[in-house]
Protein backbone atom coordinates (compact mmCIF):
# COMPACT_ATOMS: atom_id res chain seq x y z
CA UNK A 1 0.00 0.00 0.00
CA UNK A 2 2.62 2.26 0.58
CA UNK A 3 4.68 1.17 -2.40
CA UNK A 4 1.30 2.53 -4.07
CA UNK A 5 0.66 6.10 -2.49
CA UNK A 6 4.25 6.75 -3.41
CA UNK A 7 3.41 6.05 -7.19
CA UNK A 8 1.11 7.49 -7.23
CA UNK A 9 2.32 10.99 -5.37
CA UNK A 10 5.63 10.54 -7.95
CA UNK A 11 2.78 10.53 -10.86
CA UNK A 12 1.27 14.01 -9.41
CA UNK A 13 4.29 15.81 -9.30
CA UNK A 14 4.65 14.74 -13.07
CA UNK A 15 1.96 15.73 -14.43
CA UNK A 16 1.91 19.54 -12.00
CA UNK A 17 5.37 20.29 -13.35
CA UNK A 18 6.10 18.84 -17.06
CA UNK A 19 8.71 21.56 -17.49
CA UNK A 20 10.50 20.93 -14.91
CA UNK A 21 10.65 16.88 -16.50
CA UNK A 22 11.19 18.76 -19.80
CA UNK A 23 14.09 20.23 -18.33
CA UNK A 24 15.80 18.05 -16.57
CA UNK A 25 15.43 15.89 -19.79
CA UNK A 26 16.98 18.40 -21.58
CA UNK A 27 19.19 19.55 -19.26
CA UNK A 28 18.53 23.12 -20.28
CA UNK A 29 16.46 25.53 -18.24
CA UNK A 30 13.15 25.96 -18.91
CA UNK A 31 12.06 29.60 -21.00
CA UNK A 32 8.73 30.96 -21.62
CA UNK A 33 9.43 33.30 -24.18
CA UNK A 34 6.91 33.93 -27.22
CA UNK A 35 7.66 34.36 -30.94
CA UNK A 36 7.58 38.12 -31.95
CA UNK A 37 4.61 38.56 -34.30
CA UNK A 38 3.65 41.44 -36.64
CA UNK A 39 2.03 43.34 -34.14
CA UNK A 40 4.87 43.46 -32.32
CA UNK A 41 6.98 44.88 -34.94
CA UNK A 42 4.54 47.99 -35.77
CA UNK A 43 4.05 49.02 -32.23
CA UNK A 44 7.68 50.39 -31.68
CA UNK A 45 7.45 53.19 -33.91
CA UNK A 46 3.98 53.68 -33.24
CA UNK A 47 4.27 54.43 -29.57
CA UNK A 48 7.94 56.22 -30.21
CA UNK A 49 5.89 58.60 -32.11
CA UNK A 50 2.80 58.87 -30.03
CA UNK A 51 5.32 59.32 -26.97
CA UNK A 52 6.81 62.56 -29.01
CA UNK A 53 4.13 64.15 -29.29
CA UNK A 54 2.90 62.96 -25.14
CA UNK A 55 5.91 64.77 -24.36
CA UNK A 56 4.62 68.11 -25.81
CA UNK A 57 1.14 68.00 -24.26
CA UNK A 58 3.53 68.01 -20.67
CA UNK A 59 6.33 70.74 -21.59
CA UNK A 60 5.86 74.15 -20.67
CA UNK A 61 4.79 76.51 -23.47
CA UNK A 62 5.93 79.63 -23.71
CA UNK A 63 4.03 80.81 -26.70
CA UNK A 64 0.19 81.22 -27.60
CA UNK A 65 -1.37 80.32 -31.08
CA UNK A 66 -4.73 81.91 -31.11
CA UNK A 67 -7.60 81.00 -33.13
CA UNK A 68 -10.55 83.62 -33.20
CA UNK A 69 -13.97 82.55 -33.45
CA UNK A 70 -17.11 83.88 -33.89
CA UNK A 71 -21.29 83.28 -34.23
CA UNK A 72 -21.22 81.21 -37.65
CA UNK A 73 -17.57 80.30 -38.03
CA UNK A 74 -16.98 77.19 -40.41
CA UNK A 75 -16.53 74.13 -37.66
CA UNK A 76 -13.68 72.46 -39.89
CA UNK A 77 -12.24 75.54 -40.76
CA UNK A 78 -11.14 75.51 -36.99
CA UNK A 79 -10.65 71.95 -35.70
CA UNK A 80 -8.59 70.44 -38.98
CA UNK A 81 -5.95 72.64 -37.70
CA UNK A 82 -6.72 72.39 -34.29
CA UNK A 83 -5.82 68.61 -34.67
CA UNK A 84 -2.77 69.09 -36.52
CA UNK A 85 -1.38 72.30 -34.15
CA UNK A 86 -3.19 70.51 -30.84
CA UNK A 87 0.61 69.08 -29.95
CA UNK A 88 3.04 71.56 -30.64
CA UNK A 89 6.04 71.69 -28.14
CA UNK A 90 6.03 75.23 -28.13
CA UNK A 91 2.65 76.81 -28.48
CA UNK A 92 0.04 76.78 -26.31
CA UNK A 93 -3.64 76.53 -28.49
CA UNK A 94 -6.30 78.94 -27.19
CA UNK A 95 -9.10 80.20 -28.55
CA UNK A 96 -10.83 84.22 -28.42
CA UNK A 97 -13.89 85.90 -29.40
CA UNK A 98 -15.19 89.45 -29.47
CA UNK A 99 -16.97 88.76 -25.92
CA UNK A 100 -15.38 85.38 -24.99
CA UNK A 101 -17.48 82.41 -23.78
CA UNK A 102 -19.27 80.17 -25.73
CA UNK A 103 -19.49 80.54 -29.53
CA UNK A 104 -21.89 78.74 -32.18
CA UNK A 105 -20.35 77.20 -35.20
CA UNK A 106 -22.02 77.34 -38.66
CA UNK A 107 -22.89 73.33 -37.67
CA UNK A 108 -24.08 74.25 -34.47
CA UNK A 109 -21.49 73.34 -32.45
CA UNK A 110 -20.57 75.55 -29.38
CA UNK A 111 -16.90 76.27 -28.48
CA UNK A 112 -16.25 77.59 -25.26
CA UNK A 113 -13.24 80.57 -25.52
CA UNK A 114 -11.19 81.59 -22.61
CA UNK A 115 -10.23 85.06 -24.06
CA UNK A 116 -11.99 88.14 -25.02
CA UNK A 117 -11.14 91.37 -27.20
CA UNK A 118 -10.88 93.11 -24.16
CA UNK A 119 -8.35 90.45 -22.18
CA UNK A 120 -6.33 88.83 -24.80
CA UNK A 121 -2.76 89.28 -24.44
CA UNK A 122 -0.75 89.49 -27.35
CA UNK A 123 -0.59 86.28 -29.34
CA UNK A 124 2.19 84.62 -31.56
CA UNK A 125 0.51 82.89 -34.04
CA UNK A 126 -3.18 83.98 -34.56
CA UNK A 127 -5.79 82.68 -37.33
CA UNK A 128 -8.65 83.47 -38.22
CA UNK A 129 -11.30 80.79 -39.58
CA UNK A 130 -14.44 81.54 -42.34
CA UNK A 131 -17.88 80.28 -42.16
CA UNK A 132 -20.54 82.11 -43.20
CA UNK A 133 -20.67 84.48 -39.79
CA UNK A 134 -17.87 86.55 -41.96
CA UNK A 135 -20.57 88.20 -44.28
CA UNK A 136 -21.57 89.70 -40.64
CA UNK A 137 -17.74 90.26 -39.26
CA UNK A 138 -16.40 92.38 -42.26
CA UNK A 139 -18.72 95.20 -41.10
CA UNK A 140 -17.45 94.75 -37.45
CA UNK A 141 -15.45 97.42 -36.40
CA UNK A 142 -14.21 95.19 -33.19
CA UNK A 143 -13.15 92.21 -35.16
CA UNK A 144 -11.16 94.19 -37.54
CA UNK A 145 -9.30 96.80 -34.99
CA UNK A 146 -8.52 93.56 -33.24
CA UNK A 147 -7.24 91.85 -35.83
CA UNK A 148 -4.89 94.92 -36.70
CA UNK A 149 -3.52 95.35 -33.21
CA UNK A 150 -2.98 91.65 -32.72
CA UNK A 151 -0.96 91.55 -36.38
CA UNK A 152 1.21 94.26 -34.97
CA UNK A 153 2.82 91.29 -32.68
CA UNK A 154 2.30 88.53 -34.29
CA UNK A 155 4.67 85.54 -36.35
CA UNK A 156 2.19 84.75 -38.28
CA UNK A 157 -1.04 85.93 -38.72
CA UNK A 158 -3.23 83.21 -40.88
CA UNK A 159 -6.03 82.41 -42.28
CA UNK A 160 -8.60 79.35 -43.52
CA UNK A 161 -11.37 79.66 -46.22
CA UNK A 162 -13.29 83.28 -46.08
CA UNK A 163 -11.07 84.33 -43.23
CA UNK A 164 -9.03 85.94 -45.72
CA UNK A 165 -11.93 88.28 -46.01
CA UNK A 166 -11.51 89.72 -42.91
CA UNK A 167 -7.46 90.20 -42.91
CA UNK A 168 -8.11 91.94 -46.24
CA UNK A 169 -10.97 93.89 -44.87
CA UNK A 170 -8.56 94.95 -41.76
CA UNK A 171 -6.11 95.82 -44.22
CA UNK A 172 -3.74 93.53 -43.34
CA UNK A 173 -2.74 92.47 -47.11
CA UNK A 174 -2.59 95.09 -48.93
CA UNK A 175 -0.04 94.02 -51.90
CA UNK A 176 0.72 90.18 -50.51
CA UNK A 177 -0.40 87.17 -52.16
CA UNK A 178 -3.10 85.38 -50.78
CA UNK A 179 -5.87 82.74 -51.63
CA UNK A 180 -9.67 82.02 -50.16
CA UNK A 181 -12.27 79.37 -50.56
CA UNK A 182 -13.10 79.56 -54.47
CA UNK A 183 -16.44 79.19 -54.10
CA UNK A 184 -16.63 82.27 -52.54
CA UNK A 185 -14.15 84.22 -54.70
CA UNK A 186 -15.91 86.90 -55.66
CA UNK A 187 -17.57 88.32 -52.52
CA UNK A 188 -14.15 87.37 -50.51
CA UNK A 189 -11.77 88.80 -52.76
CA UNK A 190 -13.98 92.17 -53.17
CA UNK A 191 -12.90 92.84 -50.02
CA UNK A 192 -9.79 94.55 -50.86
CA UNK A 193 -8.98 94.82 -55.00
CA UNK A 194 -5.47 95.55 -53.41
CA UNK A 195 -4.70 91.98 -52.52
CA UNK A 196 -2.71 90.11 -54.86
CA UNK A 197 -5.39 87.48 -54.63
CA UNK A 198 -4.16 83.80 -55.83
CA UNK A 199 -7.04 81.74 -57.66
CA UNK A 200 -5.24 78.36 -57.99
CA UNK A 201 -3.60 77.64 -54.95
CA UNK A 202 -4.20 75.44 -52.20
CA UNK A 203 -2.28 78.27 -50.02
CA UNK A 204 -0.18 80.53 -50.35
CA UNK A 205 2.74 82.13 -47.88
CA UNK A 206 4.01 85.57 -48.37
CA UNK A 207 6.04 86.90 -45.26
CA UNK A 208 4.65 86.30 -42.19
CA UNK A 209 0.62 85.94 -43.79
CA UNK A 210 -0.51 81.95 -44.46
CA UNK A 211 -3.88 82.17 -46.24
CA UNK A 212 -5.63 79.10 -47.05
CA UNK A 213 -8.28 78.06 -49.57
CA UNK A 214 -11.70 76.73 -48.34
CA UNK A 215 -12.46 74.41 -45.42
CA UNK A 216 -10.38 71.41 -45.64
CA UNK A 217 -7.55 73.33 -47.13
CA UNK A 218 -7.07 75.07 -43.86
CA UNK A 219 -5.53 71.38 -42.72
CA UNK A 220 -2.82 71.26 -45.37
CA UNK A 221 -1.92 74.79 -44.46
CA UNK A 222 -1.58 74.04 -40.71
CA UNK A 223 0.86 70.95 -41.64
CA UNK A 224 2.47 73.26 -44.29
CA UNK A 225 2.85 76.22 -40.84
CA UNK A 226 4.21 73.28 -39.08
CA UNK A 227 6.86 72.34 -41.19
CA UNK A 228 7.88 75.75 -41.71
CA UNK A 229 8.34 75.88 -37.40
CA UNK A 230 9.84 72.46 -36.84
CA UNK A 231 10.78 70.78 -40.34
CA UNK A 232 8.98 68.36 -42.43
CA UNK A 233 9.82 65.15 -40.32
CA UNK A 234 7.19 67.00 -37.68
CA UNK A 235 4.69 67.86 -40.35
CA UNK A 236 4.51 64.55 -41.35
CA UNK A 237 4.46 63.14 -38.02
CA UNK A 238 1.57 65.24 -37.12
CA UNK A 239 -0.58 63.76 -40.51
CA UNK A 240 0.11 60.16 -39.62
CA UNK A 241 -0.90 60.22 -36.44
CA UNK A 242 -4.07 62.00 -37.33
CA UNK A 243 -3.85 59.33 -40.59
CA UNK A 244 -4.31 62.21 -42.37
CA UNK A 245 -3.43 62.13 -46.20
CA UNK A 246 -1.33 65.68 -46.57
CA UNK A 247 -1.53 67.76 -50.17
CA UNK A 248 1.41 69.19 -49.36
CA UNK A 249 1.92 70.94 -52.79
CA UNK A 250 0.26 73.97 -52.12
CA UNK A 251 0.03 74.63 -56.05
CA UNK A 252 -2.11 71.69 -56.19
CA UNK A 253 -5.87 72.98 -55.96
CA UNK A 254 -8.62 70.56 -57.74
CA UNK A 255 -10.97 73.18 -56.72
CA UNK A 256 -9.31 76.52 -58.54
CA UNK A 257 -10.79 79.42 -60.48
CA UNK A 258 -9.87 81.48 -62.83
CA UNK A 259 -9.50 85.59 -61.85
CA UNK A 260 -13.54 85.47 -62.25
CA UNK A 261 -14.11 83.36 -60.14
CA UNK A 262 -14.98 80.32 -62.58
CA UNK A 263 -14.07 76.83 -61.53
CA UNK A 264 -10.73 75.74 -63.88
CA UNK A 265 -11.69 72.69 -65.93
CA UNK A 266 -8.76 70.19 -65.31
CA UNK A 267 -7.73 67.62 -67.69
CA UNK A 268 -8.79 64.06 -66.34
CA UNK A 269 -6.10 61.75 -64.71
CA UNK A 270 -5.46 58.85 -67.07
Keep these: MIAH ?15 SASSAMNDTPATTAAAPSSLDATASPQSDTLSDFSDSETAVKK ?3 AIVIFPGFETLDVFGPVEMWGRLPDYELVMVSEKGGLVRS ?16 QFDILMI ?4 GTRREVHNPAMLNF ?18 ALLAKAGLLNARKATTNKRAWVWATSQDAKVAWEPSARWVVDGKYVTSSGVSAGTDMALALVQ ?24 NDPFA ?10 APKP
Excluded at 5 to 19: E, G, R, V
Excluded at 116 to 121: G, H, K, L
Excluded at 150 to 159: C, V
Excluded at 257 to 265: D, E, K, L, Q
Design 5 to 19: LALALAASLAISSPT
Design 147 to 164: LRRQDRGTEYTTSVCTGA
Design 129 to 132: PGGM
Design 257 to 266: VNRAGHPVRR
Design 228 to 251: RLYGRDRAMQAAEVAEYVWNDAAE
Design 106 to 121: AQGVETNTAYSFANAP
Design 63 to 65: KKL
